[in-house]
């Protein structure tokens, strides 16, 4: 079992930047490939962003390439999206999730084990 915790969340004016965190307790953190997600009101979670166990590969998607970052500390055990130029369509609840270790980058939603409650990004325009 993986615990997951979203923090960073708040309301930012369009062109602004945030960063989330994400910790996680349990299993070793280590094991594991993570994600971050979003959900938009009356939309579907889509996938951001996703780096392997190891930090050596990430993906994101076209979205937000360029403008979001993934990255992860496996000595404290968190993964981190940095957002800059925040548009008001990255309004959103954004979520990160656990799937176990893989060199594949996971984009799908059915394809994570874990998930963390979300912290809300709004960008105001």
């Known amino acids: 079992q993986v615990h997951l915790v979203e923090s960073g969340g708040g309301l930012v004016q369009a062109g602004g930047s945030l960063r989330l965190s994400c910790a996680a307790s349990?299993?070793?953190?280590?094991?594991?490939?993570m994600g971050w997600f979003r959900q938009a009101p009356e939309k579907e979670r889509e996938f951001v962003a996703t780096?392997?166990?190891?930090?050596?590969?990430?993906y994101y998607a076209d979205s937000v390439k360029g403008r979001f970052t993934i990255s992860r500390d496996n000595v404290k055990n968190t993964v981190y999206l940095q957002m800059g130029g925040l548009k008001p369509e990255d309004t959103a609840v954004y979520y990160c999730?656990?799937?176990?270790?893989?060199?594949?980058?996971?984009?799908?939603?059915?394809?994570?084990?874990?998930w963390g409650q979300g912290t809300q990004v709004t960008v105001s325009s």
């Open positions: 349990g299993r070793a953190f280590s094991g594991y490939n």
């Open positions: 780096i392997t166990w190891s930090g050596g590969s990430t």
């Open positions: 999730a656990a799937a176990y270790r893989s060199n594949s980058h996971y984009t799908g939603v059915d394809e994570y084990d874990y």
